[in-house]
């Protein structure tokens, strides 16, 4: 049996509850005031239910559920945002469909605003779910990092610390386990300047003293 990952359950019971309760507000909102009428409770679970339907299918369907959080970007939250609207399209239609039986349409007004607020609660919770994840990976890697010395400045350092940093996160990738803290060059119009926010703080006669002060 395939073993479930546990992020993307909790991403997708998130989900759920934030579409759930983004309906019961948003119905209660327009109800208290006068927007729509009370006739139009008795659609709410309906509404509810189609709508998260719909949208966890959408999500899966365009992988937004299958994602790494750590490479998560602003594509993928546009791919999530119009999943997420996609999937209330396809619920309003389906209803659309139903009320020709129960007489019953459901109101665009309420549709919009369940639609922007649900969407909107789903890209906040995965923004803050990625830095939190990012937070706790980053304060797991710092215990065991091994504090790292850059040799040059140049072309090369660049890429060295540019490989560290893209292995940060991945465990099977030996460079994982390095954390870069300053670089050391011989060209002394280097010093005191930041590559990817790594100083040069030395030239190579000075390595000795250096690792000492580190």
């Known amino acids: 049996m395939k073993k479930v990952n546990s992020r993307k359950l909790i991403l997708m019971i998130a989900d ?11 119905n209660f909102a327009l109800s208290v005031t006068k927007i729509i009428g009370p006739e139009m409770n ?16 959408m999500l899966f369907v365009t992988g937004s559920y299958s994602v790494l959080w750590r490479y998560f970007n602003i594509r993928d939250y546009l791919v999530c945002g119009v999943a997420g609207a996609s999937g209330f399209v396809l619920g309003h239609l389906i209803l659309v469909l139903f009320s020709l039986e129960t007489g019953k349409e459901p109101r665009k007004i309420f549709t919009i605003l369940f639609c922007i607020v649900a969407v909107s609660g789903m890209l906040l919770f995965r923004l803050a779910f990625k830095k939190t994840f990012l937070i706790l990976t980053k304060a797991e890697n710092v215990e065991i990092q091994e504090r790292t010395m850059i040799v040059g400045a140049g072309m090369a350092g660049r890429m060295i610390l540019a490989e ?3 292995a940060r996160y991945d465990k099977s990738n030996p460079s994982s386990e390095l954390e870069p803290v300053c670089f050391i060059d011989d060209d002394t119009t280097k010093l005191r300047s930041k590559i990817m ?8 006669p000075e390595i000795p003293r250096l690792c000492k002060k580190a």
């Open 164 to 166: 560290i940093k893209n």
């Open 197 to 204: 926010g790594v100083e040069v703080v030395g030239t190579t």
């Open 16 to 26: 759920i509850i934030i579409i759930m309760v983004s309906g019961i507000v948003i």
């Open 42 to 57: 008795s659609m709410l679970i309906y509404n509810i239910v189609i709508d998260v339907i719909t949208c966890v299918l």
